[in-house]
């Protein structure tokens, strides 16, 4: 072995370090026979112009939000055994599901709140989507404040009262003073 790889010269013949060489072509022969044997199967069997419908699917319509889809029989079965004879689609069985997490697993009491809510936006939500934001941002607020009602007891508030900073004058004296010196230097 010599390391400058003069075995390998030795073994190698000499054309394949010369010129990289080319792929052989395919012949054309080849390819036009597939392509005739392809064509005369296909003049051989009559081609269906138009697909019989799939008669397996069927349109279900959404008991929440109205949304439609085609869908099998079974399935159709299956969600309407999880969800108490009800078809929901598939984005109001998620939001179902999510209520049901948050409620302690009542999935009954979910699917209800879930559809108040389907039926109220649809109400509202789609002819007055000003009036539909307004009304979520009450609710927000109004959830905020019974989470914030409940979660403090009358002992954590007099503790709150000890230890908050209490201002003991306001500043806009400070402030109009500070502007009125402003003005009579200029």
Request: positive net charge; contains cysteine.
């Given at each position: 072995m010599a390391p400058n790889g003069e075995m390998l010269?030795?073994?190698c013949p000499k054309n394949t370090f010369d010129a990289p060489q080319r792929p052989r072509r395919p012949s054309l022969e080849g390819i036009q026979r597939?392509?005739?044997?392809?064509?005369?199967?296909?003049t051989k069997e009559p081609a269906e112009a138009t697909?019989?419908?799939?008669s397996e699917v069927e349109d279900a319509s959404c008991e929440c939000c109205g949304m439609s889809e085609?869908?099998?029989?079974?399935?159709?079965?299956?969600?309407?055994?999880?969800?108490?004879?009800k078809w929901i689609c598939g984005l109001c069985s998620e939001a179902v599901k999510e209520e049901t997490a948050k409620n302690g697993g009542k999935q009954q009491e979910a699917l209800e709140a879930h559809m108040s809510m389907?039926?109220?936006?649809?109400?509202?939500?789609?002819?007055?989507?000003?009036?539909?934001?307004?009304?979520?941002?009450?609710?927000?607020l109004r959830k905020s404040s019974?989470?914030?009602?409940?979660s403090s007891s009358p002992r954590d508030r007099e503790s709150a009262k000890k230890s908050s900073i209490t201002r003991s004058s306001?500043?806009?004296?400070?402030i109009t003073k500070e502007m009125n010196d402003c003005t009579a230097l200029k």
């Open positions: 010269m030795a073994f597939a392509v005739s044997d392809l064509s005369f199967q296909l697909l019989p419908p799939i085609e869908c099998t029989p079974e399935y159709i079965h299956r969600v309407r055994e999880k969800f108490s004879g389907c039926e109220r936006f649809s109400r509202i939500g789609r002819t007055h989507p000003v009036l539909y934001q307004a009304d979520a941002m009450r609710e927000i019974r989470a914030r009602a409940q306001s500043c806009i004296p400070a």
